[in-house]
């Protein structure tokens, strides 16, 4: 019974070595994974600081296109009323020179007139 028991004793501090062993190798695993783990959270949160980077610049870059696009529109739509001014203005400048030249036909008509009137006066 002497030997039974010492093998029983054996046989468990062999057995509870080999679970603080395994236990040991297993915690060494976990720790790596959580360095690992904790080493892709670092680059990750770098990357996402990256991205938010980029995502800032570009949104400064369409906030200054959005700028320039107003100005352009404003433009247009400034050199459009300029070009309907300019029309109305032209026109009124077509429809006084047609006054003009119905006027000076007038006043030439008229002259004719009294050209001929006063040659055939002068006339003996």
Same mark, same amino acid.
């Given at each position: 019974? *002497?030997?039974?028991?010492?093998?029983?004793?054996?046989? %468990? #501090?062999? +057995?509870? &070595?080999?679970? %603080?062993?395994? &236990?040991?190798?297993?915690?060494?695993?976990?720790?790596?994974?959580?360095?690992?783990?904790?080493?892709?959270? +670092?680059?990750?949160?770098?990357?996402? *600081?990256?991205?938010?980077?980029?995502?800032?610049? %570009? @949104?400064?870059?369409?906030?200054?296109?959005?700028? *320039?696009? @107003?100005?352009?529109?404003?433009? $247009?739509?400034? +050199? &459009?009323?300029? #070009?309907?001014?300019? +029309?109305?203005?032209?026109?009124?400048?077509? *429809? $006084?020179?047609?006054?003009?030249?119905?006027?000076? %036909? $007038?006043?030439?008509?008229?002259?004719?007139?009294?050209?001929?009137?006063?040659?055939?006066?002068?006339?003996?």
């Amino acid at each position: 019974m *002497k030997i039974k028991t010492s093998f029983f004793v054996s046989l %468990l #501090v062999i +057995l509870a &070595g080999s679970i %603080l062993i395994l &236990g040991c190798e297993e915690q060494q695993q976990d720790s790596r994974r959580i360095r690992l783990i904790a080493d892709e959270n +670092l680059k990750l949160k770098e990357q996402v *600081k990256s991205c938010n980077q980029q995502i800032a610049k %570009l @949104q400064e870059t369409i906030a200054e296109y959005e700028q *320039k696009e @107003q100005k352009r529109a404003d433009s $247009e739509k400034e +050199l &459009g009323n300029s #070009v309907i001014k300019l +029309l109305q203005e032209n026109d009124a400048a077509t *429809k $006084e020179i047609e006054k003009l030249t119905a006027e000076n %036909l $007038e006043l030439k008509a008229k002259l004719d007139e009294f050209e001929s009137a006063d040659a055939e006066g002068d006339s003996p």
